[in-house]
């Protein structure tokens, strides 16, 4: 799903959901409480001085995959899963391989609403079936119109490419230029070379034909089904609504340019949706609001970011996306990826989320895994995880911590069990049966499979996806950096080793892999957690905080508050895991390391290593 704006763009989800799973009545089955949740668990998020909170007043990070472009797709009618057994699957696996505790959900307006302004109830309701897969696992999510290349039925059944989005009755409203993209290399360019393309794009920003009318509506009709047919618990799970995948005016007008078209239409089209949100009783749900496309690209760039939206606050959330066309392309960057390769890029997200007043979400991400440039999905990866953790290299974190800004939530493209064993007609021609990879445009993203006996297995590296970080802070991050000691080939990329002034750490974390946590407590009585990869077993994992030093952690306990290190089970019975670290303060800076490096470490190494951690805590941060 190469993001490649323009020249090598990217691809994105539709989520929903399979039938089954209502009442005669027409009502979904009253689910149960989330298994393994602790009392602190399962809140509202809302936005708040620029960071996800809960009603613990927790900062929270979300983290997790698209899921996904099966959507896109015909072969399940605009679903993401051939059945809700299968979102279950995907769901579980989801949180205990690659763990994630959020999902951008995408969904099809083709599907939803395939006669003019009659929305398909029965598709609505397999939608929602298949979201609370999720939500019952306790997975948050947030719902996706998804597009691309405006819809698939601009495209013939010889076409070389294929899109998704508007229906068919909204594309024969247009009468568009029968389409061809010319000479082009990837899907992408068919976004500013393709004219059908563009002038169905055009048509939608300027309301032609009621389209956007049309659209909106249909966004309403549908979050006012979500809500209805979701228990309490589960909506309180729905973060908010991303309206709009990859926005792209088609053609400019006279004058205009992609600042202005910013300004001039897609934030007015973003306040609308905004009120269609509280119309259908999504009141205290941000939208997850899209600049321009091109805005941060590495190669096609256009100014925007929103820039003239003013303070946009907490009803909105910052959410862009990012893909490296110069290593996508494979000709723009010949070698990999590189630490700190793209902090820059993501720096440039944190600071654009602070000047709205709001937070961020990069809800794409993610390198091709395979075709030439597969061989760069290692580094570039972690070097867009690393960006997501910190803005400050691994090579400098130690050094300047107090710079690393807050934890970025995002979501990789893409989580699709059936990577590989599709059988789409791509855009309805038998001849043309689409198979391997994401059977879309010959992508090929996903983070999973299922393997000849129906399990999921990962495609990439656990230690990549399956990572350390703080899923919820009680107060607010100060510093934060993540070592995965993940592989390219048989090579361990380490990009942020141990300082030698720090020797008895070195030795404590060794050749494992280690997070570090620095907080400042706002007096909150939920603890601050950090999930716990399978790689990071409770019984051989070790913190050194300056609340306690522990090798494996004892088991939570939520009744006597009196565990200040402990672990516990993530909820959503899948048998993930989190460390929990409570510290009832307020205005107290707190550290913690935790990693899997050491074999029963003595006391007198962990006395020493939290010595040093406490002296660097003094001063590189006071």
């Not at 229906?167 to 393709?194: D, M, R």
């Not at 048509?203 to 979500?226: C, E, P, R, S, V």
């Not at 974390?509 to 997070?515: C, P």
């Not at 020493?608 to 941060?621: M, P």
Request: glycine share 10%; charged share 15%; net charge neutral.
């Amino acid at each position: 799903m190469p993001n490649v704006r323009a020249r090598l763009l990217a691809v994105l989800v539709v989520l929903c959901g399979l039938c089954g799973f209502l009442t005669a009545a027409g009502t979904p089955a009253a689910a149960a409480t989330v298994p393994d949740s602790l009392p602190f668990d399962g809140t509202a998020l809302t936005v708040s001085n620029g960071r996800f909170v809960d009603a613990n007043g927790r900062e929270v990070v979300l983290r997790g995959y698209n899921v996904s472009g099966e959507t896109k797709l015909a072969e399940n009618k605009g679903l993401p899963f051939a059945s809700v057994a299968d979102a279950r699957k995907s769901a579980t696996a989801l949180r205990a391989l690659g763990g994630g505790n959020a999902v951008r959900f995408l969904l099809s307006w083709a599907y939803a609403e395939p006669v003019k302004g009659q929305v398909d109830t029965a598709y609505l309701a397999s939608a929602t079936a298949q979201m609370q897969a999720f939500l019952d696992t306790g997975i948050r999510v947030y719902p996706d119109f998804h597009q691309d290349l405006y819809s698939r039925h601009l495209f013939n059944s010889g076409s070389w490419y294929t899109g998704d989005g508007a229906p068919a009755w909204a594309v024969a409203l247009g009468g568009y230029p029968t389409e061809s993209c010319g000479i082009c290399f990837v899907w992408g360019q068919n976004i500013t070379q393709n004219n059908a393309v563009k002038k169905a794009q055009y048509d939608f920003w300027h309301n032609a034909y009621g389209l956007q009318d049309y659209f909106l509506a249909t966004a309403q009709k549908t979050m006012a089904y979500i809500k209805a047919n979701l228990t309490t618990e589960e909506f309180t799970g729905v973060l908010g609504f991303d309206p709009y995948n990859e926005p792209y005016a088609g053609t400019y007008d006279s004058g205009q340019a992609s600042r202005t078209w910013e300004r001039d239409l897609l934030w007015p089209f973003y306040v609308k949706f905004r009120a269609r949100m509280d119309a259908a009783g999504w009141t205290d749900k941000p939208a997850l609001v899209e600049p321009n496309l091109f805005w941060n690209g590495n190669v096609s760039k256009e100014e925007g970011g929103l820039l003239d939206a003013g303070a946009i606050g907490s009803r909105y959330v910052f959410n862009t996306h990012f893909y490296d066309q110069k290593a996508i392309s494979g000709i723009l960057m010949w070698g990999n990826a590189s630490d700190g390769q793209y902090v820059g890029d993501f720096g440039t997200v944190r600071d654009r989320a602070s000047a709205l007043g709001t937070t961020a979400m990069v809800s794409e991400f993610g390198h091709p895994l395979n075709g030439s440039t597969a061989g760069k999905a290692p580094t570039v990866l972690k070097a867009m995880y690393q960006a997501l953790d910190s803005r400050v290299k691994g090579a400098n974190w130690w050094t300047t911590p107090a710079a690393s800004g807050p934890v970025l939530s995002g979501s990789q493209w893409q989580w699709d069990i059936y990577n590989g064993r599709h059988r789409e007609l791509m855009n309805g021609n038998a001849d043309k049966v689409m198979t391997s990879g994401d059977a879309w445009n010959d992508e090929d993203l996903s983070a999973v499979r299922l393997d000849d006996s129906g399990v999921a297995t990962l495609r990439q590296d656990a230690r990549l996806l399956d990572r350390v970080y703080p899923s919820a802070t009680s107060g607010s991050t100060v510093a934060f950096t993540y070592e995965d000691r993940s592989r390219d080939g048989s090579t361990t990329l380490t990009w942020n080793p141990v300082p030698s002034s720090l020797p008895n750490v070195a030795s404590l974390v060794g050749s494992g892999q280690y997070g570090v946590l620095v907080w400042r407590s706002n007096g909150g009585t939920a603890p601050t957690e950090l999930h716990l990869p399978a790689s990071f077993p409770t019984a051989s994992t070790t913190v050194v905080s300056d609340l306690g030093t522990v090798y494996g952690p004892p088991a939570y306990s939520s009744s006597t508050g009196s565990t200040r290190i402990g672990a516990a089970v993530e909820p959503g019975g899948t048998g993930s895991r989190r460390l929990l670290l409570s510290a009832a303060d307020s205005g107290v800076l707190h550290y913690a390391l935790v990693t899997n490096g050491a074999t029963a470490p003595s006391a007198t190494l962990l006395a020493a290593a939290r010595g040093e951690l406490a002296a660097w805590v003094a001063s590189k941060i006071g």
